[in-house]
């Protein structure tokens, strides 16, 4: 059952209770109808109640559904609001702590509104690439007016009941029991025979023309890769201007428009997929998870600031470690200017920054670090470096605390072994900045064990990063697959592109950021050095030598002043570099390749499709449990178009016969390790499946 129905004191009580936020899936929709039914044919029954167990009213339309054919199945929510609205005995929402989408159009669809104080209240669809679909955009407008609705409809965001509490949305809010509030309610307004509707309203405004015309000039320079902002703006101008049932016709038939949108595909995608990642398939969601109070990190550069930051800002203590004195100043001086920044442009009070600070103590003694619940280190990327310091740790620090690597590059298995508890290591992948970047790539060693994965990926949720747990292997996901992207990126270089064009492509296809700009950014002289190490461990790896020459020249990137492009002091804008340019021409005459015109399509192929093929490799190995795990760190740590999905949903929208195709077609006399297909894809196209099938 997930309704459930009883009469209180004359009141019929129905209640969704559809685990975990009752999402309003069919059998849900069919409760609501059956007990408005069931109150209806109850002559003791005087009024409805409305409303949700657990931890929400409802959390809207079972997302769980969508795309099934159980979403289409009578009666839709439509009908559930219509049958509300019909009621001869009047209906009254109770909500509480939760009330979003669908389950705050039912609530707008009833004849009142009570709520508890702190309920979050919102009309989320705009972040599922969807406008809401049950009324939400022809009610709120009646409810509180039309420009604070367009405002949640448009940005999704969330209100707490407490600001709505004299908006019109609510007729009580009541503080304390709220089903005893609302049954009181309820018998009140059975008493005063009124049935009121929110359809029988009008939207209040002085100046809706003037005022829509802004807002859809204003969206549609914000939202230029999604089209339900805008969609948004004209479901909210029909409330205004058409007729109510006119209204609700006309936002239908957007809604069913924007469900098949690419873009409302890809933002599913990643709303389940980030709540997907945080589940490991052998790891049950009781394990045990060990308190983490306090945090030490070792190593305070560029790593190490941001790793703490991230602690600090949740209010965990953190000891930071440095060798040297120097070192240690000016790794705290740093996180002390970040936070300073944040002040400056008001994100953060000055009250607050001394609060973070106040819980970071700077040492240079390992002694100090003893009780940490979890360490994590941030030193040189050097095994022998890496060594010694687990070495140290293994010595010092309690049993059963958590020793985690931010390593890049380096093997996790051979870290723990330096240790007498590798059931106690695991690699904890952070993305520079630090403190910004949302992915964390939990690196699974071998003997990692399972209680400690599931406090790490605990303390991830608290820490507010997307984490992804990758096994080991050389680059994990992220970079494992972007070896390949890079790798295909140089090639095009010497076979007749140049950065400008190659960047202008990728950028176009949606990335932040394209591969040689980004270079530039990060500083090419880090891939460099890996190139250097790989070329001793793997001779025979073919990749273009155009960026080992750059680097030869000192053209490392914005920080010199020059990388692939060219840059001016004090601007980060990069202008096309006339030498590096030159030098790349030269580069392809010194390897006898004759430069040809390369198509904009055939960039973004290779570069997307050299990801596919490497994650779909990185799938069948078990690195990666699931292809959204691979298309979550793509979307939140390498700049990839959100409203593409991931590397792993944009291939299975191509079609993954088309891929195979295209990695085929490639494999002939294109260079590079990208183009030999993964039996998977092969697999997969020939069953006629995608990866998220
Ligand atoms: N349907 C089904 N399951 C849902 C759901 C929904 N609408 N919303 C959340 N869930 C699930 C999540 O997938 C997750 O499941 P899991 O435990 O198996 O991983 C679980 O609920 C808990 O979710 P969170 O981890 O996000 O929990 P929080 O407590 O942090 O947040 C929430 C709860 C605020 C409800 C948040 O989940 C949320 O924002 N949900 C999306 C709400 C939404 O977009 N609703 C609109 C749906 S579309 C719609 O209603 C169409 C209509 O207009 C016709
Ligand atoms: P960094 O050079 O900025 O900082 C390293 C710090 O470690 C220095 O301050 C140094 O004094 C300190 N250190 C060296 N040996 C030490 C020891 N034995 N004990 C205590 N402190 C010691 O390097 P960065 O960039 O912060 O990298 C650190 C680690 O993070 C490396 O493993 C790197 O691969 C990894 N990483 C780096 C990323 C980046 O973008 N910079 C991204 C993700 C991971």
């Known amino acids: 059952m997930t309704v459930e129905y009883k009469v209180q004191d004359g009141v019929a009580l129905i209640t969704l209770d559809n685990p975990p936020v009752n999402?309003?899936?069919?059998?849900?929709?069919?409760?609501?109808?059956?007990?408005?039914?069931?109150?209806?044919?109850?002559?003791?029954?005087?009024?409805?109640?409305?409303?949700?167990?657990?931890?929400?009213?409802?959390?809207?339309?079972?997302?769980?559904?969508?795309?099934?054919?159980?979403?289409?199945q009578e009666p839709s929510l439509h009908t559930v609001i219509r049958i509300v609205e019909a009621s001869a005995k009047p209906v009254v929402a109770a909500l509480h702590s939760v009330a979003m989408g669908g389950g705050l159009e039912l609530a707008m669809g009833c004849h009142y509104r009570v709520t508890a104080p702190g309920t979050q209240i919102a009309l989320p669809e705009v972040k599922l690439g969807l406008l809401p679909g049950a009324g939400g955009t022809q009610r709120l407008p009646r409810a509180i007016g039309l420009e604070p609705a367009l405002n949640m409809i448009v940005s999704g965001d969330t209100?707490?009941?407490?600001?709505?509490?004299?908006?019109?949305?609510?007729?009580?809010?009541?503080?304390?029991?709220?089903?005893?509030?609302?049954?009181?309610?309820?018998?009140?307004?059975?008493?005063?025979?009124?049935?009121?509707?929110?359809?029988?309203r009008k939207v209040a405004h002085e100046n809706a023309e003037g005022f829509l015309q802004f807002a859809r000039n204003t969206v549609a320079a914000m939202a230029k890769n999604f089209p339900a902002p805008v969609k948004c703006v004209d479901a909210v101008q029909a409330a205004v201007q058409k007729r109510f049932d006119d209204g609700i016709q006309y936002e239908r038939s957007l809604f069913i428009e924007l469900m098949y949108t690419p873009q409302s595909r890809a933002l599913r995608h990643a709303f389940l997929g980030e709540r997907a990642a945080a589940k490991i398939p052998d790891v049950p969601e009781d394990t045990p998870v060990c308190?983490?109070?306090?945090?030490?990190?070792?190593?305070?550069?560029?790593m190490g600031g941001g790793i703490a930051m991230n602690f600090l800002n949740a209010g965990i203590p953190v000891t930071i470690l440095e060798t040297k004195q120097e070192a240690l100043d000016r790794g705290v001086a740093t996180i002390r200017k970040n936070y300073e920044n944040s002040a400056k442009k008001g994100k953060l009070t000055q009250e607050k920054v001394e609060?973070?600070?106040a819980r970071l103590t700077p040492t240079l003694s390992y002694d100090d670090i003893r009780d940490a619940d979890l360490v994590i280190e941030a030193v040189f990327e050097e095994m022998g470096v890496k060594e010694s310091v687990f070495k140290r740790l293994d010595e010092v620090v309690k049993p059963g605390a958590i020793l985690a690597s931010n390593t890049s590059t380096l093997d996790v298995d051979r870290i723990a072994s330096f240790t007498k508890r590798p059931q106690d290591v695991v690699g904890m992948h952070f993305f520079s900045?630090?403190?910004?970047?949302?992915?964390?790539?939990?690196?699974?060693?071998?003997?990692?064990?399972?209680?400690?994965?599931?406090?790490?990926?605990?303390?991830?949720?608290?820490?507010?990063?997307t984490a992804v747990v990758s096994g080991v292997c050389d680059g994990f996901i992220?970079?494992?697959?972007?070896?390949?992207?890079?790798?295909?990126?140089?090639?095009?270089?010497?076979?007749g592109a140049l950065p400008e064009q190659v960047d202008k492509a990728i950028e176009k296809f949606g990335f932040a950021m394209g591969p040689f700009r980004m270079g530039d950014l990060a500083g090419n002289d880090i891939g460099w050095a890996i190139r250097k190490r790989r070329a001793v461990e793997r001779p025979d790896m073919t990749y273009s030598k155009t960026g080992d020459v750059l680097c030869e020249l000192g053209h490392f990137g914005q920080k010199t002043g020059a990388g692939w492009y060219d840059y001016k002091a004090g601007d980060r804008k990069a202008y096309p570099s006339q030498a590096v340019n030159e030098m790349i021409e030269q580069h392809s005459r010194d390897l006898g390749i004759k430069r040809r015109k390369?198509?904009?399509?055939?960039?973004?192929?290779?570069?997307?499709?050299?990801?596919?093929?490497e994650g779909a490799k990185i799938l069948e190995e078990g690195i990666a449990s699931k292809a959204s795990d691979v298309d979550m760190v793509y979307l939140t740590g390498y700049g990839f178009p959100l409203f593409v999905g991931g590397p792993m949903l944009y291939a299975d929208t191509v079609g993954l016969h088309n891929v195979l195709q295209a990695v085929r077609?490639?494999?002939?006399?294109?260079?590079?390790e990208a183009w030999q297909p993964a039996p998977l894809i092969e697999r997969l196209a020939e069953q006629g499946k995608g990866f998220n099938d």
């Not at 069931?38 to 339309?61: E, L």
């Open 23 to 72: 999402g309003l899936g069919h059998a849900t929709r069919l409760g609501v109808v059956a007990g408005v039914a069931r109150a209806a044919d109850d002559d003791s029954v005087r009024a409805i109640v409305i409303t949700g167990a657990g931890k929400a009213f409802s959390g809207g339309a079972d997302i769980r559904e969508f795309n099934t054919p159980k979403a289409a």
């Open 159 to 200: 209100v707490m009941s407490d600001a709505l509490a004299d908006s019109g949305l609510f007729d009580e809010v009541i503080d304390g029991d709220l089903l005893a509030g609302a049954i009181a309610f309820a018998q009140r307004a059975a008493e005063s025979g009124k049935r009121p509707l929110l359809r029988e």
């Open 291 to 302: 308190k983490v109070e306090r945090v030490a990190v070792i190593g305070a550069g560029t």
């Open 355 to 357: 609060e973070r600070m």
């Open 433 to 465: 900045p630090a403190n910004v970047m949302k992915l964390l790539e939990v690196v699974r060693g071998a003997k990692t064990s399972k209680d400690v994965l599931a406090t790490v990926m605990r303390i991830a949720k608290k820490i507010r990063k």
């Open 478 to 495: 992220g970079n494992r697959m972007i070896e390949q992207y890079g790798r295909q990126a140089g090639f095009l270089l010497d076979e």
């Open 598 to 613: 390369i198509s904009d399509e055939e960039i973004v192929e290779r570069l997307v499709y050299a990801l596919v093929n």
């Open 665 to 672: 077609r490639y494999s002939k006399g294109y260079r590079g």
